[in-house]
């Protein structure tokens, strides 16, 4: 498949907000047919929709295929906006519930959340007190952000200065807190394989806001007495890895985020939670090299079906 002859995107206007004009993006696959089941992708922080063999290994299973890039995020992002800046999770609930809604006009069958990383606490967060969450017939999370990377005793210390912070100025930013080490083991202008757009998806990411720390900690908190009541599949790398200087061994781990903190919340989100831990999975596992992925896909494939 190809993102410019096999899809179709369409501009969700949104309410306005604190900075003014706001839109998502809905991108759906041009075989979409109205009695098949769905499945609706969400991204991470960095990051927007590329990933188009995730969408073909769907198709190619007979479901629908759609995805959303976020407000102020990849092709939703406007020139008046902070890039991926936002104050509360719940921010994002508008376009996925007209998301929703426009995919079930479509298709009345069975429709299935994906999130990847941030996308993951946002698709979680929404099955928590979504307005269309009932629509929602299942959960699949590629590495979900469901903890931050730092020691739990800095956990409440750090929220509790972002929260003055912002609240004096509210686009205060960290210090360069993002590593390049991941955007490395992606890109194919470094050592990955993946073309994608850097100004969308920046080697050394985005500003980190007081806000949007306060806002991911707060979310990252209500999935701590989670029941979301539908199936969910949680997938990780085997291991993570903390580098400071990028060698080839980013390709087999997940050099983001910290894979002990997505099995044991993960397990915990709802009654009916199957773990999937992936050997040499990178961050984003559909990312991984190709024995990889395509393992992932088969195993998130047969879970559908079983649900």
Known sequence: MNITDDFIEMTLPLLDDYEGQVVATLISAKTNRENQKSVLYLHGYVDYFFQVHLAEAFVNKGYNFYALDLRKHGRSLLPHQHKNYYRNIEEFYEEITLSIKM?????SEALYLLGHSTGGLIASNYMLNGELRSKVQGLMLNSPFVEIRFPRILRRPLFFLSTIVSSVRPYAKFPEMFSPIYGKSAHKDFDGEWDYNLEWKPIKGFDLYHAW???I?????RL??????????????????NMSTYTQEAKTADTVLVVEDMQKVGAQLGGDVTLLSVKDGMHDLFLSKYEVRTFVLSEMLAWLERH
């Open 217 to 221: 900690i707060s979310a990252q908190d």
């Open 224 to 241: 701590r007495h989670a029941k979301i009541d539908v199936p969910i599949l949680v997938m990780h790398a085997e291991r993570s890895l």
């Open 103 to 107: 995919i079930k006009e479509e298709s």
């Open 213 to 215: 720390m306060c806002a």
